[in-house]
C-alpha cells in the first residue's frame, strides 16, 4: 500500500525531495502508458482487414473484371457481407449479391455483369466473426480499345 501511495502522490517540483521522486513518477507514467496501450489494443487489431482485392485499388484495367474479390484477415459473416459496384457518378451497377467462397472464408466474391469503360467505385461492407463492421471503398478503370477510359 505504501508503495501505492509513493507512486500516485502528486508532489511538486518545488517539494520534491530528490531525484528518486521523479524516477517513481516518471516509471508510474510509463507503466500507465504501457497498461493504457495494452486495453486498447485488441480492440484495434480486432476488425478485418482487406489484405488483396481484384481488381486492386486504382487499377487501370484493358480489360473489364468478371468479378470482384476481396480477401480479408480473418473470417467474415456471410449474411452480413455486401459488395457495391458504382459507375462514375454514383450510378450501381445491377449484379447479384456477394457471396463468401464456399472454401474460404476471409474470401467474398461479386460476380459483375460486362462492364463498359469507365471509372468505376467498389464499396464493401463485412461483419467479421468477432462482431466487429468495416465499411469501406475504393475505385479502378476499365481503359477503351484506345487506352483512354
Known amino acids: 500500500m505504501d508503495a501505492l ?3 500516485f502522490q502528486f508532489k511538486p517540483a518545488s517539494m520534491s525531495t530528490g531525484l528518486g521522486d521523479r524516477v517513481v ?3 508510474a507514467a510509463v507503466l500507465m502508458a ?10 484495434a487489431l480486432a476488425h478485418a482487414a482487406l489484405v488483396k482485392s481484384e481488381p486492386a485499388r486504382r487499377a487501370e484495367l484493358s480489360k473489364a473484371p468478371s468479378q470482384v474479390r476481396l480477401w480479408f484477415n480473418e473470417k467474415i459473416e456471410p449474411a452480413y457481407a455486401t459488395i ?3 459507375r462514375q ?3 450501381p451497377v445491377v449484379h447479384p449479391p ?3 467462397d464456399k472454401d474460404d472464408a476471409k474470401l467474398l466474391v461479386l460476380q459483375l455483369p460486362q462492364l463498359d469503360p469507365g471509372a468505376y467505385t467498389v464499396k464493401y461492407r463485412v461483419l467479421s ?3 466487429h463492421t468495416v465499411d469501406y471503398g475504393y475505385t479502378f478503370t ?5 487506352g483512354s477510359p
Open 5 to 7: 501511495k509513493m507512486i
Open 25 to 27: 513518477l516518471r516509471g
Open 34 to 43: 504501457g497498461l493504457m496501450a495494452l486495453a486498447f489494443a485488441p480492440a
Open 84 to 86: 457495391h459496384v458504382f
Open 89 to 91: 457518378g454514383g450510378v
Open 98 to 100: 456477394a457471396r463468401v
Open 129 to 131: 466473426v468477432d462482431g
Open 142 to 146: 476499365v481503359k477503351s480499345a484506345s
